[in-house]
C-alpha cells in the first residue's frame, strides 16, 4: 500500500487502485492532528462528538461531501446491500441510521463513499471499471468462514452483470497469521465451510491453538470466485503488529479504523 500524510491525517491506498481517477478510496490510520484518536466508529462510544469531529476533517481532506457517506452496522454476517442515494447521509451523525446487520455493500452509483470499519477484520474493497461498479466487504474471522468475499463478487455478478475477470481487490490491514491465534471452533467452522481451509492454519504457539491467515483465507476464496490472482492486492499490513498506526481489537481498542471507495 501507499501512505499519505494530509494535514496530519493518515491515508493509505491500494498500489492499482490509485490507477483509476474514476474512483476515491483510502483507508485511513489511528491519528489525527496532535496524535489523538482518530477513530471513526460510533458504535461502543458514550461520547460520539469526537467521532463525528473525525469524521468530519476526513470529509474535508478527502473532499467528499458529508452526504455521501454510507456506513452499517457490522454484524459478522455475509450480508450485503445494494446501496442507492436514499442512503446517503443519514448514517454519518448516527449509528442507528446505518444499513442495519450489515457486513458488505456495493453499488453503481456516484459520489457513494461506502465505508468499512476495521480494527483486526478484514475490510475488501472492491471495483469493477468495465462496469462501474464499487463494493466494500467486513470480513472476520465469522464473516470469512460464512464466505463474505465470496457473496461479494456474486452480488455484483447477479446485479450488475460483472465479470469477476475485471474485478479489482484490495485485501486491507488487519490482523496478520503470525499473530492470529484462534481455538478448535474456528478451526471446525472453517473446516466444514472450504475444503481447502487447512492451506489457511498453521499449529498455533499453544497446543489445541491455530494460527489462522485471513490473508489467505480471503484470497482463496476471491481466486474460487473467478477473480484474477494478478488482480488481487494484499496489503500485507498486521493490525495487531502495527498497532501504533493501527486500531487493533487484541490490543483492547475500541477505536476503528475505516477503509472506503467511492464512484465519482
Known amino acids: 500500500m501507499q501512505k499519505t500524510v494530509l494535514n496530519d491525517i493518515d491515508i493509505f491506498r491500494f498500489s492499482q487502485l490509485t490507477n483509476f481517477k474514476s474512483i476515491k478510496h483510502f483507508v485511513t490510520g489511528r ?5 489523538k484518536s482518530f477513530s471513526l466508529s460510533l458504535s461502543s462510544v458514550e461520547n460520539i462528538d469526537p467521532v463525528i469531529e473525525n469524521r468530519k476533517l476526513l470529509a474535508k481532506e478527502l473532499h467528499i461531501p458529508i452526504e455521501s457517506f454510507v456506513f452499517q452496522q457490522q454484524e459478522h454476517t455475509k450480508n450485503i446491500s445494494i ?16 444499513l442495519v446487520n450489515n457486513d458488505g455493500m456495493i453499488t453503481n452509483e456516484k459520489n457513494i ?23 466494500g466487504a467486513h470480513a472476520g ?17 447477479k446485479h450488475f452483470g460483472c465479470n469477476p475477470n475485471d474485478i ?17 471452533p474456528v478451526y471446525k467452522a472453517f473446516a ?3 475444503s481447502y481451509s487447512y492451506e489457511f492454519f498453521k499449529p498455533g504457539k499453544i497446543e489445541g491453538k491455530f494460527m489462522l491467515d485471513l490473508w489467505k483465507a480471503n484470497k482463496m476464496q ?15 499490513i498486521c493490525t495487531f503488529k502495527n498497532n501504533d498506526q493501527f486500531f487493533s481489537a487484541r490490543k483492547g481498542d475500541i477505536g476503528r479504523f475505516a477503509a472506503g471507495i467511492m464512484i465519482i
Open 168 to 184: 479489482l481487490v484490495g485485501i486491507g490491514p488487519s490482523i496478520g497469521p503470525e499473530n492470529y491465534e484462534v481455538d478448535m
Open 113 to 135: 463513499c461506502l465505508m468499512v470499519m476495521g480494527a483486526d477484520c478484514v475490510p475488501i474493497l472492491f471495483y469493477d471499471p468495465i462496469n462501474q461498479i464499487i463494493g
Open 222 to 236: 476471491l481466486l474460487s470466485a473467478g477473480i484474477k490472482e494478478e488482480n488481487i492486492e494484499i496489503s500485507n
Open 83 to 98: 446501496v442507492t442515494s436514499k442512503d446517503k447521509g443519514k448514517s454519518f451523525y448516527s449509528y442507528e441510521n446505518s
Open 141 to 157: 474471522w465469522r464473516g470469512t468462514a460464512k464466505g463474505i468475499a465470496i457473496e461479494t463478487v456474486l452480488m455484483m455478478k
Open 192 to 194: 466444514e465451510a472450504f
Open 31 to 35: 491519528r489525527n492532528v496532535l496524535d
